[in-house]
T-cell receptor, first 110, second 114 residues
Framework: SQQGEEDPQALSIQEGENATMNCSYK?????LQWYRQNSGRGLVHLIL?????REKHSGRLRVTLDTSKKSSSLLITASRAADTASYFC??????????FGEGTQLTVNP | DGGITQSPKYLFRKEGQNVTLSCEQN?????MYWYRQDPGQGLRLIYY???????QKGDIAEGYSVSREKKESFPLTVTSAQKNPTAFYLC?????????????FGSGTRLTVV
């Protein structure tokens, strides 16, 4: 069963706008990660946030984590057409496995 | 450059055939994983291996088999027992310390039953 659920399933914005994607999960986690997948390609690791962290930044990416609500959000600021991709959250527990959500398809229109 | 190589990129299987998907990494990572992705969906774990000569079933292992004879290699065999094998297959690896470092993925193999 999928641990993470992304919302929305699809998002379409104009270049320069911000994009926000949300992820909810069900059980306790050690960390939460976000990945990007371009069509027909493998996933690329974007950012990891530990369960004791609340916010993390990397370039134009900002991730928040609320363990009390079991949710996370990924914000991409000043989006570009090249940001068009599917974005997945993945939750890590004490073992080595990651459990992935079903993803948000982001389209950035030029 | 270090990375994960999956081959072939496209694979066609006839009904009743076994096929093997290759995954090779030169990152010196201990743990390796196989995921299946169906159109418009997330990734589901098939098998994973944390060390040479050891592997564990994931959530959808039925109809699949793996081996881990070398640290660099983790091939996946899709057997005739897998009733609906058409999907995109992704291999990934992590260094010691496991998930805290994130996964490195290969570029995938698209398997189609003809």
């Amino acid at each position: 069963s999928q641990q993470g659920e992304e919302d929305p399933q699809a998002l379409s914005i104009q270049e320069g706008e911000n994009a926000t994607m949300n992820c909810s999960y069900k059980t306790s986690i050690n960390n939460l990660q976000w990945y990007r997948q371009n069509s027909g390609r493998g996933l690329v690791h974007l950012i990891l946030i530990r369960s004791n962290e609340r916010e993390k930044h990397s370039g134009r990416l900002r991730v928040t984590l609320d363990t009390s609500k079991k949710s996370s959000s990924l914000l991409i600021t000043a989006s570009r057409a090249a940001d068009t991709a599917s974005y997945f959250c993945a939750t890590g527990t004490s073992g080595s496995r990651l459990t992935f959500g079903e993803g948000t398809q982001l389209t950035v229109n030029p | 450059d270090g990375g994960i190589t999956q081959s072939p990129k496209y694979l066609f299987r006839k009904e009743g055939q076994n096929v093997t998907l290759s995954c090779e990494q030169n990152l010196n990572h201990d743990a390796m994983y196989w995921y299946r992705q169906d159109p418009g969906q997330g990734l589901r774990l098939i098998y994973y291996s944390q060390i040479v000569n050891d592997f564990q079933k994931g959530d959808i292992a039925e109809g699949y088999s793996v081996s881990r004879e070398k640290k660099e290699s983790f091939p996946l065999t899709v057997t005739s027992a897998q009733k609906n094998p058409t999907a995109f297959y992704l291999c990934a690896s992590t260094p010691p310390g496991r998930t805290l470092y994130g996964y490195t993925f290969g570029s995938g193999t698209r398997l189609t039953v003809v």
